[in-house]
């Protein structure tokens, strides 16, 4: 009896030991997976965080930004308090959105968001039969564009020069 109580002993110990190694070798390995998957979490959300764009409508009034701005040719009529409006246009994957725009003569501030992905994009701004008004390159760093126009009575387009199918009209009524 004694005899089979030591090998007993002898076969119950190292299996004891085996189950609590292989334990802690699975707890081991599931925490290392997990400090592996929440840092790779933290790495992409740092690299992909795009800043809060402004959400504008259409019509909304907007104040004067900083930069890039150039102050308002004062016309007979109009007060010097007054507000001036912004035309938001948004570049996506597919081209402008809206592809269209009317509004009335006066000066006005032209809105681009780039959300299209493009390593870098260039607008153009042109009379539909004259001059180009304004050609900006924008890196992938920088993901709106501000500019105030006053433009006379007619027909303009904006293009995005590399992407000649991308287009968005611009009509000033009197």
Request: include cysteine; proline fraction near 10%; hydrophobic fraction near 35%.
């Amino acid at each position: 009896m004694r005899f089979k109580n030591a090998l007993f002993r002898i076969a119950r110990g190292p299996r004891l030991n085996g189950l609590r190694s292989r334990r802690l070798f699975v707890i081991a390995v599931v925490l290392i997976g997990a400090a592996a998957l929440v840092g790779h979490t933290v790495v992409t959300r740092a690299h992909t965080v795009t800043p809060i764009a402004r959400t504008v409508s259409s019509n909304t009034r907007l104040e004067p930004p900083p930069r890039e701005s150039k102050p308002p040719s004062r016309t007979t009529g109009q007060a010097s308090s007054a507000p001036i409006q912004g035309e938001v246009i948004t570049i996506g994957k597919y081209g402008f959105s809206p592809q269209t725009l009317t509004r009335p003569k006066g000066p006005f501030y032209l809105i681009v968001q780039d959300r299209s992905g493009l390593p870098q994009i260039e607008l153009r701004v042109d009379r539909v039969a004259g001059a180009r008004l304004t050609d900006v390159p924008l890196p992938r760093n920088r993901f709106d564009w501000t500019n105030m126009f006053d433009l006379t009575p007619g027909e303009y387009v904006l293009t995005e020069v590399n992407n000649p199918s991308w287009s968005c009209q611009i009509t000033i009524t009197p």
